[in-house]
T-cell receptor, first 115, second 112 residues
Framework: SQTIHQWPATLVQPVGSPLSLECTVEGTSNPNLYWYRQAAGRGLQLLFY??????ISSEVPQNLSASRPQDRQFILSSKKLLLSDSGFYLC??????????????FGQGTRLTVV | KNQVEQSPQSLIILEGKNCTLQ??????????LRWYKQDTGRGPVSLTI?????NTKSNGRYTATLDADTKQSSLHITASQLSDSASYLC???????????FGSGTRLSIRP
């Protein structure tokens, strides 16, 4: 079976500090990977998605970046956090390639508070 | 710009009553539409999926409809239960199967 791990669950960081959130998927190969951010009481905003190693598509210009150094590893980073980066960050995966109707499965999320 | 809009933003109903949530989308070319349920502080979980050729699909007390011509979908919840209290997200995928676009959600509260 497939599982997705996302950590840490909560994080409090000062403004200007770096950020690294990690997401890994087990039990599947070549998944599509996604990073979303959810502001309080709002929907999920797609930040980045990746269809393969080293392939990153950015949806929203911002203070964040993403990398996929391995097939099942997706990292969300920032060099200097802003207060506006606070939110609930969710990593998701789904089967890549021609299986277009497959469900996206989500990690448990990281609650980031920038102070 | 690909967008997914949901209404209402929030809804409060009494336990046992029915309700309908709405979703309009402009994602093109369209692949499929899913409704997700998200409990507070957790990741979303899929309730149902609909493709271009499907008009209605049920999953227990949840029934989703899709009108691909008008680009509208609805989620009908029958005989609501307290455990239905959550955010309901409408999610549309484009035909490349790469992008998954979420609506802003409807916050549903069921009162006893």
């Amino acid at each position: 079976s497939q599982t997705i791990h996302q950590w840490p669950a909560t994080l409090v960081q000062p403004v200007g500090s770096p950020l690294s959130l990690e997401c890994t998927v087990e039990g599947t190969s070549n998944p599509n990977l996604y990073w979303y951010r959810q502001a309080a009481g709002r929907g999920l905003q797609l930040l980045f998605y990746s269809v393969g190693i080293g392939q990153i598509s950015s949806e929203v210009p911002q203070n964040l970046s993403a990398s996929r150094p391995q097939d099942r590893q997706f990292i969300l980073s920032s060099k200097k956090l802003l207060l506006s980066d606070s939110g609930f960050y969710l990593c998701a995966w789904r089967i890549g390639g021609a299986f277009r109707n497959t469900e996206a499965f989500f990690g448990q999320g990281t609650r980031l508070t920038v102070v | 710009k690909n967008q997914v809009e949901q209404s209402p933003q929030s809804l409060i109903i009494l336990e046992g009553k029915n309700c309908t949530l709405q979703c309009n989308y402009t994602v093109s070319p369209f692949s499929n539409l899913r409704w997700y349920k998200q409990d507070t502080g957790r990741g979303p979980v899929s309730l149902t999926i609909m493709t271009f050729s499907e008009n209605t699909k049920s999953n227990g007390r949840y029934t989703a409809t899709l009108d691909a011509d008008t680009k509208q979908s609805s989620l009908h919840i029958t005989a609501s239960q307290l455990s239905d209290s959550a955010s309901y997200l409408c999610v549309v995928s484009d035909s490349s199967a790469s992008k998954i676009i979420f609506g802003s959600g409807t916050r549903l509260s069921i009162r006893p």
